[in-house]
């Protein structure tokens, strides 16, 4: 929640800096290249989708309201895909708009409301034909994606936000994040079998982003406080549902690359970050320093393209003006950049 915080305060800026002289560009064929996510501002209702194209390297802003005749709304939160439909997690305006993959027109928009009160959805992931969807109102949406409809809620913690599958069970981080100083602390299990939380772990203080590596241990970071209790990330037993070690480096994000992690390190009050690799099968760093970083000015996100054989960063820009994804080799060094919406974050690629 910090970072939405400090949007509400960005949103009472000018956004007009991050406009592009350029004429706008209209992409025709959606191949060999990624779908990027853009957040906007907070309760701004700007959030949208832009295409970057490798084929020649042009950028198509606005991409869904060019094919859908509106906006995507507000706080665009994830980004993923599932057989034929792309689904995006619209937080603030608490919709997630199912998008069918090839033509890019809006097959439904799922509207996250529970009476007059806003779920306000985080996250999704996917498993047997459902979408599970963590709501900022203490639960975990059941979604079946033939009918597009919430046909169950699961109960969990506070503020859910991360969520990852492994051993046929969910793992939701339960951030507590509206509720600071009292965050809360804890991981919810859910069998998938019954769609019922069986145990709640507790990892520390404000746990966000969570993932799953290839030997099916999860891995979560726990954010602290942003002041006294640092970041730290803890590794989670799928099958014991234990924490079996916990690793003494300052974190902001977890990426997979091949079959490790990228691990990020943003510092929000020097602005100096750091991408270093992380060996899964040593539960060690191996590389410190990974990428050269000296063309970002705020880390957001990091994707490993495994198509392209290539690295996606996305560069918020001070969280000001309009955004960049950043293309690196996989040696690490930059290539060249493309010009997006706000506060880019999620990449989708496509071949």
């Known amino acids: 929640m910090r970072l939405i915080k400090l949007l509400s305060y960005l949103s009472l800026l000018l956004f007009s800096c991050g406009k592009d002289n350029k004429p706008p560009v209209m992409i025709d064929s959606v191949t060999n290249g990624a779908l990027v996510l853009c957040e906007g501002l907070f309760q701004q209702n700007n959030s949208q989708l832009s295409f970057v194209s490798f084929e020649d390297n042009q950028v198509e802003n606005n991409f869904f309201l060019n094919r859908n005749n509106r906006q995507l709304g507000d706080t665009g939160n994830d980004l993923k895909r599932y057989g034929d439909k792309i689904y995006v997690v619209v937080n603030v305006s608490s919709t997630i708009e199912v998008i069918d993959a090839l033509s890019f027109s809006s097959i439904k928009q799922i509207s996250m409301m529970n009476g007059s009160a806003a779920k306000q959805p985080r996250s999704i992931a996917f498993h047997n034909g459902r979408a599970y969807v963590t709501c900022f109102d203490g639960y975990v949406d059941v979604i079946d994606t033939v009918s597009l409809t919430v046909d169950s809620r699961i109960q969990v913690g506070s503020n859910p936000e991360g969520i990852a599958i492994a051993n046929n069970k969910l793992f939701v981080s339960n951030s507590g994040g509206l509720n600071g100083p009292l965050m809360d602390s804890t991981v919810s299990v ?15 203080m404000n746990p966000g982003t969570i993932k799953t590596d290839i030997f099916d241990d999860i891995y979560v970071i726990v954010r602290g406080n942003y002041g006294s209790i640092p970041s730290r990330m803890k590794r989670i037993n799928s099958e014991s549902n234990v924490i079996e070690e916990s690793f003494n480096f300052n974190i902001s994000g977890i990426s997979h690359f091949n079959n ?3 691990i990020t390190q943003y510092d929000y009050n020097t ?3 750091n991408v270093s690799l992380f060996n899964t099968s040593t539960k060690e760093i191996e590389i410190a320093s990974f990428l050269n970083l000296n063309e970002v000015q705020t880390l957001y996100h990091l994707t490993f393209d495994s198509i392209g054989n290539r690295f996606l960063v996305s560069d918020a820009m001070g969280f000001t003006n309009s955004g960049y994804v950043r293309e690196y080799n996989i040696q690490g060094d930059y290539i060249q950049s493309h010009h997006v919406g706000l506060n880019p974050s999620k990449i989708l690629v496509y071949e």
């Open 190 to 204: 859910i069998d998938l079998n019954t769609n019922q939380e069986i145990e709640k772990i507790t990892v520390g």
């Open 260 to 262: 490790d992690f990228l």
């Open 271 to 273: 602005n100096e970050a």
